[in-house]
């Protein structure tokens, strides 16, 4: 399933307001921008099949991520039983279109997942109201869309354990992908979409995390 592109503008869009507001400093100068032209300006809700939010080159996209390039894991063997029963399970959860069945796994955690970059009161309704549809099933589409992608292995750090992260190229800067990971990049997002975010220098759709024990860690879109 291809994820619809305006729900990937909806979330960048979300993300550039963010930004904009945690920071008076947000302009990327390394090019002029143009003014948009008549019909193709950038609005908000709305985007025709050939319209396209265009990013000059971000002047700290070489330090955009913290891990850049990983190996790209497709095979299971690599990962242990707690992160692949969680991963399962979330999978199972989410085929079934009810939000609510992630609430039992939420609640049995030390820590809940990171699901936005503040601190919703209630994580299962703020994913529902964050939903198009109104009821979390978009967002569960996408869930299952990233889960069954190949993945990657970040490091253990700092007291922290290792991180395995849905799609693996949520961790990779995007430039010089082989043939086979543009196809899986492709599953998930279009190639206009993968040129604004190698623009951009990195992955800013969502991404799944799920550490060594078995924890989930994150379903969130950003930087």
């Not at 019909?39 to 000059?56: S, W």
């Not at 997942?113 to 994913?127: H, K, M, N, Q, T």
Request: glycine letters at 6%.
């Amino acid at each position: 399933m291809m994820i619809k592109m305006f729900r990937l503008r909806q979330c960048f869009a979300a993300f550039v307001l963010s930004l904009m507001l945690s920071s008076s400093a947000f302009a990327y100068s390394t090019s002029p921008v143009e003014n948009p032209e008549p019909g193709n300006a950038v609005d908000g809700e709305q985007f025709g099949d050939d319209e396209r939010i265009i990013l000059p080159e971000a002047p700290e996209r070489a330090e955009r991520q913290g891990y850049q390039n990983l190996e790209v894991h497709r095979d299971d063997v690599n990962l242990p039983p707690a992160v692949l029963s969680a991963r399962d399970e979330l999978i199972a959860a989410a085929k079934t279109g009810d939000i609510e069945l992630l609430r039992a796994i939420i609640k049995r955690q030390a820590n809940p997942p990171v699901l936005s970059f503040g601190d919703p009161a209630d994580p299962i309704e703020f994913l529902r109201q964050s939903s198009n549809d109104g009821e979390g099933r978009e967002l569960l589409a996408i869930m299952i869309e990233l889960l069954e992608a190949p993945y990657s292995i970040m490091p253990a750090e700092n007291g922290e354990p290792e991180i395995y992260v849905w799609p693996a190229y949520a961790t990779n800067d995007l430039e010089n992908l082989s043939p086979a990971e543009l196809i899986d990049v492709y599953k998930i997002i279009s190639h206009q979409d993968l040129e604004e975010m190698q623009l951009f220098g990195g992955w800013y759709f969502f991404r799944v995390g799920i550490d060594a024990n078995g924890e989930w860690r994150y379903f969130v879109a950003g930087d």
